[in-house]
């Protein structure tokens, strides 16, 4: 019997999600740069297909990316493939015996399942497609509850419904190595959490935000416009400390108006730590504090491993800044004046962005990344339009639809050079630093598209939530 050290030239197979198909590639991408690893697909590859096959990767590899993945559905050591089942006998034949035999010997126990991506097989073709591999050297027991090893012959028919094939156009045959995390999205569902808002993210993208951020445990994660902490309670579940503001007192304190369809006011408990506690990584809270992401209240020293954020887009929720525009007399006698700020002013998207770009520039590790949202007029929208800082390198840029006309993007950026007194973006006059300005007035245009363009239907459509 050869040993497991012996395999050599090990392929491995990933079944994906066909939802948030954007966020896929910079997610593995992500997953694998936290393991050192290169992202190396085969000739084959077709970002938009549900299979991937990568190479240059072992087994622990696949399992550390599968422990995190929210996109990947699972992940097979990938023994055959081809365009037709005679294809896929000629690979299976042709694949080294020392790689499959260590789960094939005769005190083993096996399972075959068939998995059909866009068709539904009835059981009798089913079996018949199991029976179809008795080429194959098993030598184990079949056991279909307490497997040892699970195989799985995949069979892809195309991403379009109206047009199956009735062969399938690629197969693959390989040994299940691990499922991904798909089971948080409905586990830590915004619907069953204790603390939400109007605006709580929804939490299969809070993880994908996390993974994205190649957050890790014991990494110190900070959040500028926290909210209800939705993003703490992604990047906290993969054991990072998490912390955060918001302007909103309220929000800050779980005070005030429930966003819940049946109760008035929040309840006596209705707070971020409270919501890190039914996930059980209370242990991993910093803290939460009132205060404005335009005015930084952090010292020079403060260093954070990622910054994780959802910025206001003044859709669900108002862009304020402390501060006037009016020259409010301050009667000499009252010292708390001093740092009282009465009053609020607008603070428009592309500033919020710059402050952002420019905060993480000076506080984030060298190599740490900023992960957020920048949402954007569809017909107005062009690449050159996502803000750049001289010290954080674009990573990746994904769009997620709102509507036939908006969309907001998953801007992942990574810091490559401490910034100079020079490097802020207040003070660069190179427009390619500031390029959203045009794009100020998202909300009213996302308004009027929504009644001149599409009709009430549109009115559906989230921004900053589920
Ligand atoms: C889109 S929400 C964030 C939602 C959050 N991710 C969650 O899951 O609940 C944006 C938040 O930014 C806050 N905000 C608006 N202006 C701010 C400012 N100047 N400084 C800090 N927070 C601000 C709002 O109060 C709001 O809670």
Redesign the pocket.
Known sequence: MATLSKRSCLKFLLHLAQDNLDFRLPEIKALLAVRGKPFHPDENFKEKSPFWCLDGLCEDDVRAIMARSVCAKSAFELWGHGETHSDLQTSLLNYPLENMSPFMHKDSTYRINVYTFNKTLEFTDRIKRIDALEYLPFEGTVSLKRAQHIFCLLEDYGTDPNNIPDNPYYVYFGRWIADGQRELIRSHSVKNRHFI?N???DAGLSFIMANHAKVKENDVVFD????????LVACSHFGAYVCG????YN?IHGRGRSSRKNQKWRGPDENIRANLRQYGTEKMYLDVMVS???KSVWRNAALFDAIIT???YGIR?S???TGSHKDIPRPPDAIYLESHVPVSLA?HLNDIFTDLLNFSAHHLVMGGRLVYWLPVYRPEYSEEMVPLHPCLQLVSNCEQTLSSHTARRLITMEKIKEPQEFDSLAHLADSRFRPYQGHNAFREKYFSGLNKRCGKEDNKSDV?GE
Do not use: K
């Open positions: 808002g605006t709580s993210m500028p416009f926290v909210g209800t902490g939705s993003l503001i918001d302007i909103d929000t404005d992401a335009s959802d910025p206001p929720e862009t304020r800044r603070y900053n």
